[in-house]
T-cell receptor, first 116, second 114 residues
Framework: EAQVTQNPRYLITVTGKKLTVTCSQN?????MSWYRQDPGLGLRQIYY???????DKGDVPEGYKVSRKEKRNFPLILESPSPNQTSLYFC???????????????FGQGTRLTVV | DAKTTQPPSMDCAEGRAANLPCNHS???????VYWYRQIHSQGPQYIIH???NNETNEMASLIITEDRKSSTLILPHATLRDTAVYYC???????????????FGKGTHLIIQP
């Protein structure tokens, strides 16, 4: 089954304790991205990657890191989490069409992170 | 600035067609109209997209006006499971240039009534 898998689904952590949220897709998609969703603010893009070893900042990258060492994985790293990073996080992937055309994005089921 | 305008909420009776409007008066020629929905904090789900012609798939139909300034998503026979927030997104045809162009606004909360 084609899917985007995030882990963990729920996480409670303390301020300053480094954490990683994993994201894996089995569709051989070139494009992967991370979003956060907060009440009243909608979904906002954090980082994206157009292929292996190619990453770039989205709209709200502060406090986050990403890496793309393999095509299928795109982990989100919080080096020193703070309470304002409490949010619902989504990973997404999509295939880049001919000439770099956008195609439909597939989303993971989300990771609810609480930083206390 | 928001690229799309949608009503915040709508009701529809189960079994009837749900028609969700979207205004995108500033759409440019290289932008598609995409629709996604999100069911109660699950990951957004792709529904349909189009450029200028009407489109239909197993989930819905998309009607885009001739001037492309507005569109309507039609769920032909709404069920209770269609209750969700529906997002209308104007998105560049080509990826890159800062983002994948998926800018989610507040969407329309569609409530299907039994």
């Amino acid at each position: 089954e084609a899917q985007v898998t995030q882990n963990p689904r729920y996480l409670i952590t303390v301020t300053g304790k480094k954490l990683t949220v994993t994201c894996s897709q089995n569709m051989n998609h070139e494009y992967m991205s991370w979003y956060r969703q907060d009440p009243g603010l909608g979904l906002r893009q954090i980082y994206y990657s157009m292929n292996v070893e190619v990453t770039d900042k989205g709209d709200v990258p502060e406090g986050y890191k990403v890496s793309r060492k393999e095509k299928r994985n795109f982990p989100l790293i919080l080096e020193s989490p703070s309470p304002n990073q409490t949010s619902l996080y989504f990973c997404a992937s999509s295939k880049l069409g001919t000439g770099g055309m956008n195609t439909e994005a597939f989303f993971g089921q989300g990771t609810r992170l609480t930083v206390v | 600035d928001a690229k799309t305008t949608q009503p915040p909420s709508m009701d529809c009776a189960e079994g009837r067609a749900a028609n969700l409007p979207c205004n995108h008066s500033t759409i440019s020629g290289n932008e598609y109209v995409y629709w996604y929905r999100q069911i109660h904090s699950q990951g957004p789900q792709y529904i349909i997209h189009g450029l200028k012609n009407n489109e239909t798939n197993e989930m819905a139909s998309l009607i885009i006006t001739e001037d492309r300034k507005s569109s309507t998503l039609i769920l032909p026979h709404a069920t209770l499971r269609d209750t969700a927030v529906y997002y209308c997104i104007v998105r560049p045809r080509r990826a890159g240039g800062g983002a994948d162009g998926l800018t989610f606004g507040k969407g329309t909360h569609l409530i299907i009534q039994p």
